[in-house]
């Protein structure tokens, strides 16, 4: 047998002896994508990641990534007070947060990484999405929005 197929083999029968019958072993976790987005700020959105770090249930930790890219010819400030965050509900309560880059500059076709990290602290319908505050408004409400529902 190859190397690969007998380490299969042995988890297999591992996860057989510790697990009660019939249940399955626990997923490793997973990562949810998006496509590039632009907004009407023109702040483009790339590398949007929701990763899960186990099963789909309360409790879990996840980690959110993406990177903002200034696409026009002139300089955008974000917010002193909510800078770069990462738009979260929870059956329809904020979840806000990650707030980073307050007052931060970013020059024209700049970019700005974005990572912040929380756990499913109950079960229930989850949504996330790449947020920001300039010139006195907020990015568009559930862009390029992640959702998912969590079990107890």
């Not at 483009?44 to 770090?53: N, T």
């Not at 696409?71 to 509900?89: D, M, Q, V, W």
């Not at 904020?94 to 602290?121: E, R, Y």
């Amino acid at each position: 047998m190859t190397k690969n197929i007998l380490v299969s083999l042995c988890f297999v029968i591992l996860a057989a002896a510790v697990l009660p019958a019939g249940q399955k072993p626990p997923s490793p976790g997973e990562t949810i994508t998006r496509p590039d987005a632009t907004s009407n700020d023109g702040l483009k959105v790339s590398g949007f990641q929701l990763i899960i770090r186990g099963p789909q249930k309360a409790g879990i930790t996840f980690t959110v990534k993406f990177k903002l890219t200034n696409t026009t010819n002139s300089p955008i400030t974000f917010s002193p007070e909510f800078g770069i965050f990462c738009g979260c509900r929870w059956n329809n309560q904020n979840k806000d947060f990650g707030h980073a880059s307050k007052g931060k500059v970013l020059g024209p076709k700049n970019s700005i990484a974005f990572q912040a990290g929380g756990s499913f602290t109950a079960a229930g319908h989850w949504e996330f999405w790449p947020a920001y505050h300039v010139n006195g408004h907020f990015g568009p409400y559930q862009w390029n929005e992640i959702a998912l529902d969590i079990t107890p």
